[in-house]
Antibody, heavy 119, light 108 residues
Framework: EVQLVESGGGLVKPGGSLRLSCAAS????????MNWVRQAPGKGLEWVSS????????YYADSVKGRFTISRDNAKNSLYLQMNSLRAEDTAVYYC????????????WGQGTMVTVSS | DIQLTQSPSFLSASVGDRVTITCRAS??????LAWYQQKPGKAPKLLIY???TLQSGVPSRFSGSGSGTEFTLTISSLQPEDFATYYC??????????FGPGTKVDIK
């Protein structure tokens, strides 16, 4: 079964750090670009970051640039998001999502992991 | 940045109704548009990509059309399991994609 499973969410104080993980299974992980998308409570979807299949190309939303780092380990079929200098406005459910291809939709999503930034 | 608007933002409909949701882009995006369905507490589910191509496994009552700046998602006969929030997504500026604000479809 094609699947993405996120982990690593939790409660963190403003200014703190957290590392999210996304474990992929059921497909050739190394062939796909991967993304992080977040959704604040009661709000819409916001793209956060993207990494190409070989990690050659990495992109960030302006809202997280300089604070978040996306990475992947194709040998472990895993995607990561290192989040530093967290702010209250980073509170959201974070989803990892597979892109079908370049300029293409996100066809596989994880179940999401909640990140709460609060003192 | 390419902005997306959706109309209506909220829609009340009955089982069996034909439902149409519109997504407009602030500039032309060719056919680089996708539609997602999201139910409470669940991840988004891809319905339509490339503006009009039905994702595998999605019922044929869902259809998409449009190109350039105006797109529509149509549900030909609303079913109980279709009550959800629907988002459009532009992929013209991939990977810096953006999503529309969503349309919530509720039971009348």
């Amino acid at each position: 079964e094609v699947q993405l499973v996120e982990s690593g969410g939790g409660l963190v104080k403003p200014g703190g750090s957290l590392r999210l993980s996304c474990a992929a299974s059921g497909f050739t992980f190394s062939s796909y670009s991967m993304n992080w998308v977040r959704q604040a409570p009661g709000k819409g979807l916001e793209w956060v970051s993207s990494i190409s299949s070989s990690s050659s190309y990495i992109y960030y939303a302006d809202s997280v640039k300089g604070r978040f780092t996306i990475s992947r380990d194709n040998a472990k079929n895993s995607l990561y998001l290192q989040m530093n200098s967290l702010r209250a406005e980073d509170t959201a459910v974070y989803y990892c999502a597979r892109a079908r291809g370049e300029n293409d939709a996100f066809d596989i999503w994880g179940q999401g992991t909640m990140v709460t930034v609060s003192s | 940045d390419i902005q997306l608007t959706q109309s209506p933002s909220f829609l009340s409909a009955s089982v069996g109704d034909r439902v149409t949701i519109t997504c407009r882009a602030s500039q032309g995006i060719s056919s680089y548009l996708a539609w997602y369905q999201q139910k409470p507490g669940k991840a988004p589910k891809l319905l339509i990509y490339a503006a009009s191509t039905l994702q595998s496994g999605v019922p044929s009552r869902f259809s998409g059309s449009g190109s350039g700046t105006e797109f529509t998602l149509t549900i030909s006969s609303l079913q109980p399991e279709d009550f959800a929030t629907y988002y459009c997504q532009q992929l013209n500026s991939y990977p810096r994609v953006t999503f529309g604000p969503g349309t919530k479809v509720d039971i009348k």
